[in-house]
């Protein structure tokens, strides 16, 4: 472990000074000699003065020459916005390929042009922005040198145009939209594309197959002739209004009406640092989560759709590791409304980034919860190549609260706080990352045992991968404002994976992939251990196929229902060993019809055995209608008391997208094991950019017999004012 450690710690001194790997890549942007209409169409002199970026380099299937699909870019700006313009020609006549005009689409699943953004071209932060081949958008914000977060949402206009032999997309993006630091000029800049149809993904720079196209480590520079214009006063106030009715059949209570107002406000303290303020906000409209089929001993983890906790969430929600997070947003608001927050968050310059945020819940008399206040500092400073080192401060405090004086309802917490440090290793060419990180508790009463490591190094080329993760959670850490569901245990997970490239064939790659994750408890006896095989084997038209095999043991901490239904359990202490096996295959996205499978049978606990099959089919009627079913099915077959146990899980979905500003969504999830029939319908219009209308129709209904629980009707509607 002190090696791996060391490993960690020493390598950036080898690629500190390493130069950006395709700085020789230049697009140089001038402004704009004539006006720019953004109608998809090539014809303004200033679009005829720009320089072109075109020669694209094949990505996927290979990467070893130039694209045979032809991509030209050209860029401008003036005064308020900056300009993008995308040529992309088609090969094979015919119709495009895309899901619908829903906003930021499935990548894989739809022709579609995007660029990166690097706008400090330090190699790890920026913005991408793009669209498909029938116009809906994608925008997000990009983190950790290349991650997409797409529910980063904003202010920008694009029109995409088709033609029999080509399609352009054309945008513009206000500079108030992009975060970046006055007197810059030179940013990091990189395009994508990927056709479907001839299954090439391409970049105008060249990036190893082995990498994403959003790689900020392979951008090139986009060279201003002058610095970027100041945005100038940047202000914006969102009201909302909102009203709406809720009937709870269960309880037999009356309808219960609402009528809600409530604002959240965007303040740029700098091009590149931002103060978010919001009071009484309201999220009713983010559609629900996706139920899975739970049969895991431990919490399982639903993703935050809520737009204010989005923006520069890699600062807050990127500390840490999967399943030991100090903050969770969350854990803020979903059982208690939130009176108000604020949140600072940005880029105080190349090197520096901070996020602060401090938010304030309402009390509930019936449960007897105290008013909370949650205070989040993260602090990151950037070191070598494209490394960095963060610190996290969350604090969790109870106010006005003592926990004796009402024994009859439930006793919480005077505070909890967590204090971590966290180093983050990214080498310049970007086969090295990793991280190193220590996380203490506090909680009244607790002095040992509070406190969490962990560290790992992965290394990635184009035919193989290797890493190594180690973890340690504490008995008594604590972490109320995170997400960690598991304490008191060592974790060790080696990972080895290679590829074999035919040079001809229907096979792109196929290789194997070994894995083992071990679990101890502090005196090193191990608890869990999870060795698995499996093959995958990737295909020319982007379809994909792999097969594995599995062994895991497990020793129960704690009495546990294999069924997660209600039924008898197992007892702490006992052993558990079984063998599995399973399959799946994702067909080619060149094709109306989609559809996907898996399989897994084998052992479970208590001698039993497991089957669980899953379906994802899909059909779109591009570019207005997309149609998709996701069925999942276990048998679960247990000796007495448990007997045969069969949960379904099936979810068909419908998105109409009439135009790329008006949305519906109807929604079923059918789940029998948490005997829940649930119906969401979501229509959505944006009338203006960043501005909408929701109307949101929820019910609930009891599987056998089938009958109402609850239901509730939102109207819901914002409107972003810029100052």
């Known amino acids: ?111 579609n042009f995007i660029f990166f953004i690097d706008p400090f071209d330090d190699r790890t932060n920026g913005f991408t922005f793009g669209a498909n081949a029938a116009g809906a958008q994608w925008d997000g914000s990009l983190y950790s040198g290349g991650t997409a977060d797409l529910s980063w949402d904003n202010k920008w206009v694009s029109v995409v145009k088709n033609y029999p032999d080509k399609w352009i997309f054309e945008a513009a993006i206000p500079f108030k939209t992009i975060r970046y630091k006055k007197g810059i000029t030179n940013w990091g800049i990189n395009f994508s594309r990927l056709d479907i149809k001839v299954a090439e993904k391409s970049s105008w720079t060249p990036v190893p197959r082995q990498f994403p196209t959003a790689s900020l480590a392979y951008t090139g520079t986009l060279v201003w002739d002058a610095a970027p214009p100041e945005a100038g006063a940047n202000i914006s106030i969102i009201p909302y209004i909102l009203g709406g009715l809720t009937k709870d059949y269960d309880h037999k209570t009356p309808t219960t009406y609402r009528k809600d107002m409530g604002a959240d406000a965007k303040i740029a303290l700098s091009s590149s640092l931002n103060l978010d303020l919001t009071v009484n906000p309201d999220f ?162 607790v002095k040992s045992g509070d406190f969490t490591h962990a560290a790992n190094l992965q290394y990635t080329n184009k035919k193989w991968t290797v890493s190594w993760q180690h973890e340690y959670v504490g008995k008594n850490f604590n972490a109320e404002v995170g997400y960690v569901p598991r304490n008191n245990y060592i974790k060790l997970n080696p990972i080895v994976n290679y590829l074999f490239f035919p040079k001809q064939g229907k096979i792109l790659s196929h290789g194997p992939l070994i894995s083992s994750t071990y679990y101890f408890n502090k005196d090193f006896h191990q608890t869990d251990n999870e060795t698995y095989l499996d093959y995958k084997v990737s295909l020319r038209n982007q379809g994909t196929f792999d097969t594995w095999i599995a062994h895991d043991y497990v020793e129960l901490l704690k009495p546990f229902d294999p069924t997660n239904s209600g039924k008898d359990t197992l007892a702490t202490g006992t052993k558990h060993r079984w063998n599995a096996w399973g399959t799946s295959y994702t067909s080619k996205p060149q094709q109306l019809f989609t559809y996907a499978f898996s399989s897994r049978y084998g052992g479970y606990y208590n001698n039993g055995t497991r089957l669980n099959l899953t379906a994802d089919l899909g059909y779109r009627f591009q570019p207005f209608v997309n149609i998709t079913l996701s069925t999942s099915y276990n048998h679960i077959d247990l000796p007495k008391p448990w007997g045969v146990t069969d949960f379904w899980l099936i979810g068909p979905r419908v998105d109409v997208t009439l135009t790329n500003t008006f949305f519906f969504t109807a929604f079923i999830q059918y789940n029998n094991q948490q005997k829940n029939v649930n119906l969401n319908t979501r229509l959505q219009w944006r009338y203006k950019p960043a501005s909408d209308f929701f109307i949101v129709y929820t019910d609930n209904y009891y599987t056998a017999p089938l009958y109402v629980r609850n239901r509730a009707l939102v109207l819901k509607f914002t409107y972003w004012w810029g100052l």
């Open 1 to 111: 472990m002190r090696y791996l450690l060391l490993l960690i710690l020493c390598l950036p001194f080898i690629t500190a000074n390493a130069q950006k790997k395709n700085s020789g890549y230049q697009l140089h942007i001038r402004k704009a000699s004539s006006p720019i209409h953004v109608d998809g169409e090539l014809s303004e002199q200033a679009w005829k003065d720009a320089d072109v970026a075109d020669n694209f380099f094949m990505v996927l299937p290979m990467d070893t020459s130039h694209a045979k699909v032809k991509t030209a870019v050209r860029m401008t700006y003036d005064a308020q916005n900056v300009y993008v313009m995308a040529v992309c020609y088609i090969n094979n006549p015919g119709p495009y390929m895309v899901e619908s005009l829903r906003r930021d689409f499935n990548f894989g699943k739809n022709d």
């Open 284 to 445: 009713s409209q983010v559609e629900v989560d996706k139920q899975v089929t739970n049969l895991d001993r431990f919490e399982l983890f639903f993703p935050e759709k809520r737009q204010f906790f989005l923006e520069n969430a890699d600062l807050f929600a990127n500390f840490g590791y999967t399943n030991i997070r100090p903050f969770f947003s969350r854990r803020i608001g979903l059982g208690v409304p939130i009176s108000y927050g604020a949140r600072l968050s940005g880029s105080l310059d190349k090197n520096w980034r901070i996020g602060l945020m401090d938010m304030k819940t309402k009390s509930e008399n019936e449960t007897g919860l105290p008013s909370q206040n949650f205070t989040v500092l993260a602090l990151q400073r950037r070191v070598f190549a494209r490394s960095n080192i963060r610190l996290m401060l969350v604090n969790k405090q109870s106010l006005n609260y003592d926990p004796l004086k009402d024994t009859s309802k439930p006793a919480y917490s005077l505070y909890n706080r967590n204090l971590g440090l966290e180093y983050n290793l990214a080498s310049a060419n970007n086969s090295f990352f990793g991280k190193a990180m220590f996380i203490k508790s506090f909680s009244p009463g």
